[in-house]
């Protein structure tokens, strides 16, 4: 499979909280919600389209956590993230479940390497990363990413978790799609390939 991630971004970078303000998850981040304003009905259908593409998920645990509360209580399978998630296998990056209560649901808490390249070595199509911040940083740094799409919201939040890391691997980018929506949210997916050329 191909490993996939799929980020709803800030022009400044920020990742945390796209979707509301959690005080259990983020606390004391009173920005949360940034994506909400800006979506419309493409950007919500093309990312709806998306979540069907996958043939199965990873996840870090907050985003799981998040996920398995909220759409693995749902079964409108009319609702094609609902469909996705419920219905694909899951798999969880995670050393402190033991035995996770949302249906289809594997934890990978050993060798995390060797079990994300052995899912990416599987037939299908795509392992699909949402949220999951931490995670991604992490297999960006090991070079486990095979295709990032970045969903960038036209907001400086200005506070707030950023998806990269102030330091780490260097990686040049193939830009091999890219498209605008109604309200000004862009879209940009990218293929790593080895280093940057610096001039």
Same mark, same amino acid.
């Given at each position: 499979? *191909? @490993?996939?991630?799929?980020?709803? =971004?800030?022009?400044?970078?920020?990742?945390?909280?796209?979707? &509301?303000?959690?005080?259990?998850?983020?606390?004391?981040?009173?920005?949360? &919600?940034?994506?909400?304003? /800006?979506?419309?009905?493409?950007? @919500?259908?093309? =990312?709806?389209?998306?979540?069907?593409?996958?043939?199965?998920?990873?996840?870090? $645990?907050?985003?799981?956590?998040?996920?398995?509360?909220?759409?693995?209580?749902?079964?409108?399978?009319?609702?094609?993230?609902? $469909?996705?998630?419920?219905?694909?296998? *899951?798999?969880?990056?995670?050393? #402190? =479940?033991?035995?996770?209560?949302?249906?289809?649901?594997?934890?990978?808490?050993?060798?995390?390497?060797?079990?994300?390249?052995?899912? *990416?070595?599987?037939?299908?199509?795509?392992?699909?990363?949402?949220?999951?911040?931490?995670? =991604? $940083?992490?297999?960006?740094?090991?070079?486990?990413?095979?295709?990032?799409?970045?969903?960038?919201?036209?907001?400086?939040?200005?506070?707030? #978790?950023?998806?990269?890391?102030?330091?780490? @691997?260097?990686?040049? /980018?193939?830009?091999?799609?890219? %498209? %605008?929506?109604? %309200? &000004?949210?862009?879209?940009?997916?990218? %293929?790593?390939?080895? $280093?940057? #050329?610096?001039?």
């Amino acid at each position: 499979m *191909k @490993l996939v991630t799929n980020t709803q =971004i800030t022009v400044d970078g920020v990742m945390q909280a796209n979707g &509301g303000n959690n005080p259990d998850l983020d606390p004391g981040f009173e920005r949360g &919600g940034w994506a909400m304003p /800006l979506g419309d009905e493409e950007s @919500l259908a093309y =990312i709806g389209d998306f979540y069907l593409r996958a043939d199965a998920f990873l996840f870090g $645990r907050r985003t799981y956590d998040l996920f398995a509360g909220y759409w693995g209580v749902q079964d409108d399978l009319t609702n094609p993230f609902v $469909r996705s998630l419920n219905g694909r296998p *899951k798999y969880v990056a995670s050393h #402190t =479940i033991a035995e996770p209560t949302w249906a289809g649901t594997t934890v990978l808490s050993g060798d995390l390497e060797s079990a994300v390249r052995d899912l *990416k070595a599987t037939p299908g199509g795509e392992l699909q990363v949402h949220g999951s911040g931490q995670l =991604i $940083r992490w297999l960006l740094e090991h070079e486990l990413v095979d295709e990032m799409t970045l969903i960038v919201c036209p907001v400086i939040v200005g506070a707030g #978790t950023r998806l990269f890391p102030e330091n780490g @691997l260097d990686h040049a /980018l193939d830009l091999v799609d890219q %498209r %605008r929506f109604p %309200r &000004g949210i862009t879209v940009q997916t990218c %293929r790593p390939h080895g $280093r940057p #050329t610096y001039a």
